[in-house]
């Protein structure tokens, strides 16, 4: 399940970064898949680590984060409501530029949860 924030907004070390296009957060599961007795020749499937991934997108020169950073994320997804938050690690981050003028637009970066540094409410 993917959520998103239209009306919402991120903070990045309890900062809210200006002009923010978007966010993602992604939940998912590494199912284990077998086969038994049980299963008739079939694939059966067990649980397996639990991961949280996203991105977000934001306008302006504010200027990339640095791969490898570690952060705490807030996501909001409309005003006054309580946040998903946690530890992350920046995994990509990219600028955007208008190849016409040679402005920066803006920039997207990826992140992961980093459950090994504290667990992430709201999810």
Do not use: H
């Amino acid at each position: 399940m993917v959520q998103s924030g239209k009306f919402g907004l991120m903070k990045i070390n309890n900062v809210t970064p200006s002009d923010i296009k978007n966010w993602t957060a992604r939940r998912s599961n590494d199912m284990k898949a077998y086969r038994s007795s049980n299963t008739n020749g079939e694939t059966g499937r067990v649980p397996g680590n639990n991961d949280l991934t996203g991105t977000f997108e934001v306008y302006g020169v504010a200027g990339p984060i640095s791969v490898g950073t570690s952060c705490t994320l807030a996501l909001y997804t409309s005003s006054g409501a309580a946040p998903m938050t946690g530890p992350a690690v920046i995994g990509e981050s990219e600028v955007m530029v208008n190849v016409e003028t040679g402005d920066i637009i803006g920039f997207r970066v990826s992140w992961g949860c980093d459950f090994g540094s504290g667990t992430w409410t709201g999810v």
